[in-house]
């Protein structure tokens, strides 16, 4: 198991208070492991002091114990909790895990020691703040996927009239299969250049009601403002000219 950070407390006995041996009694490690979830390790460190301890820890922060070692009587209620020994064994260790629900914990807590009638303490614990890192939330851009298709090459119109849709107009080059993506339709993208633009422009219709069809079906949301227009025998005419020239030829 990966842990995020371990956090390593001593308990120190007041200042005038001697032993033959260590004064360090007892240690509490606090580790967050991977999965947010709390473990709390009260080691014993030595036996100088043969007597009666208790420890009280309060935690603050939606918690639940979730597991424990059952060496020492220990008890868990309303977020307080408590572990008591009549006697100390040295490298005992007593081991909490806890939930966190992914909230933040606030450890407060102290330890009461008795030997009476030589000694009597009560040690308090260091405050300690766990903050539980959520993990960041990435959004996944959706990017479209484009499936590319034969485009049906249609007639020109080097001869008679059509009529065609545009559907953009630059200075500069556009790329033409992108613009053919962009319509929704299986269509080929013409390049005309007249009067310093590049005009692009799909179908090649007989009719003018041919070339309304194909702007209805044009995803037009993807284009500033698609319109009909008009050739005749391949030279780019008004719309009125084209339908005169129908008429005549009728």
């Given at each position: 198991?990966?842990?995020?950070?371990?956090?390593?407390?001593?308990?120190?006995l007041p200042s005038g208070i001697a032993f033959s041996q260590s004064s360090l009694i007892i240690s509490r490690s606090v580790v967050l492991s991977q999965d947010d979830?709390?473990?709390?390790?009260?080691?014993?460190?030595?036996?100088?002091?043969?007597?009666?301890?208790?420890?009280?820890d309060s935690i603050a922060g939606k918690v639940k114990l979730s597991n424990f070692e059952k060496n020492y009587p220990s008890k868990f209620s309303d977020n307080v909790l408590l572990v008591s020994g009549a006697s100390l064994k040295v490298g005992d260790q007593i081991k909490f895990n806890f939930k966190t629900f992914n909230q933040n914990i606030d450890l407060m807590g102290h330890i009461n020691y008795e030997n009476y009638p030589f000694l009597s303490f009560t040690q308090q614990l260091a405050t300690y703040h766990v903050e539980i890192k959520k993990p960041e939330v990435v959004l996944k851009k959706e990017v479209p996927v484009i499936v590319e298709a034969k485009p049906v090459v249609p007639d020109t119109g080097l001869s008679g009239v059509r009529f065609r849709v545009q559907?953009?107009?630059s200075t500069v080059k556009m790329d033409k299969t992108?613009?053919?993506?962009?319509?929704?339709?299986?269509?080929?993208?013409?390049?005309?250049?007249?009067?310093?633009?590049?005009k692009y422009t799909i179908g090649s219709e007989k009719t003018i009601e041919g070339a309304q069809s194909i702007l209805n079906k044009l995803a037009v949301s993807n284009f500033k403002k698609p319109f009909i227009v008009a050739y005749s025998s391949g030279k780019r005419v008004s719309v009125e000219q084209a339908m005169a020239e129908i008429k005549a030829g009728q």
């Amino acid at each position: 198991m990966f842990y995020r950070f371990i956090i390593i407390i001593f308990l120190v006995l007041p200042s005038g208070i001697a032993f033959s041996q260590s004064s360090l009694i007892i240690s509490r490690s606090v580790v967050l492991s991977q999965d947010d979830h709390l473990e709390i390790t009260y080691t014993i460190l030595n036996d100088s002091c043969k007597g009666f301890f208790t420890i009280h820890d309060s935690i603050a922060g939606k918690v639940k114990l979730s597991n424990f070692e059952k060496n020492y009587p220990s008890k868990f209620s309303d977020n307080v909790l408590l572990v008591s020994g009549a006697s100390l064994k040295v490298g005992d260790q007593i081991k909490f895990n806890f939930k966190t629900f992914n909230q933040n914990i606030d450890l407060m807590g102290h330890i009461n020691y008795e030997n009476y009638p030589f000694l009597s303490f009560t040690q308090q614990l260091a405050t300690y703040h766990v903050e539980i890192k959520k993990p960041e939330v990435v959004l996944k851009k959706e990017v479209p996927v484009i499936v590319e298709a034969k485009p049906v090459v249609p007639d020109t119109g080097l001869s008679g009239v059509r009529f065609r849709v545009q559907l953009a107009a630059s200075t500069v080059k556009m790329d033409k299969t992108k613009l053919s993506s962009l319509t929704g339709l299986k269509l080929q993208v013409m390049e005309d250049f007249i009067d310093g633009y590049f005009k692009y422009t799909i179908g090649s219709e007989k009719t003018i009601e041919g070339a309304q069809s194909i702007l209805n079906k044009l995803a037009v949301s993807n284009f500033k403002k698609p319109f009909i227009v008009a050739y005749s025998s391949g030279k780019r005419v008004s719309v009125e000219q084209a339908m005169a020239e129908i008429k005549a030829g009728q």
